[in-house]
């Protein structure tokens, strides 16, 4: 497995180690052991999995304390460009978002913690996202930010995506004050 980092601590993109040959692929997409060495030393309680068309977007989502959730996400089909927006009021990375474009050929997972708000705008039909979470949902900690916040110039691209009710009425990240 090797392990990527970026500008914000804590987001890390994962790429396994895939064995290919004529019958297929094989490769691990979670070993506790093995994320344990690579600092990622969580118990995962829930695991979701959603399918959508191009051009879908969910989020901007997260759950506040005590209910905060990690998330270890990929795609088993498809392709997603992933976002996560740094809500940890102490970081100096506060504010400021990371994307990947994960898909079914490349494999990679990203690793998300908690203290982020995460999102995803699906690029192909079909797309089948999973995701391993440290927490269970709670509805009642569940909490959003637009999408589209114009302080945060998040750059989806430029087609309007479908977007759930609930993600229209997100809040704004100026009125948010971080639990985090």
């Known amino acids: 497995m090797l392990i990527e980092t970026n500008h914000i601590e804590g987001l890390l993109v994962i790429k396994p180690d895939v ?59 498809g392709a997603v460009l992933d976002v996560a927006v740094d809500l940890r009021k102490s970081a100096p990375t506060y504010g400021q978002w990371a994307s990947i ?25 079909n797309t089948i996202f999973f995701y391993k979470c440290t927490q269970v949902y709670h509805k009642e900690s569940e909490r ?6 114009t302080d945060l110039r998040i750059q989806w691209g430029k087609d309007q995506p479908l977007i759930s009710e609930k993600d229209k009425t997100a809040g704004k990240f100026r009125d948010f004050v971080s639990p985090f």
């Open 19 to 77: 064995f290919e040959d004529q019958r297929g692929y094989f490769f691990e997409s979670y070993n506790e052991e093995k994320f344990r060495q690579l600092g990622i030393d969580m118990k995962f309680l829930q695991d979701n999995e959603s399918k959508s068309g191009k051009g879908v977007l969910r989020g901007l989502h997260f759950q506040v304390p005590p209910y905060e959730q990690g998330k270890l996400v990929r795609v088993i089909k």
């Open 101 to 125: 474009e994960l898909s079914e050929k490349n494999k990679w997972m990203y690793w998300i913690p908690a203290g982020f708000a995460h999102g995803f705008l699906t690029l192909e039909e």
């Open 144 to 149: 959003g930010i637009f999408w589209n916040d």
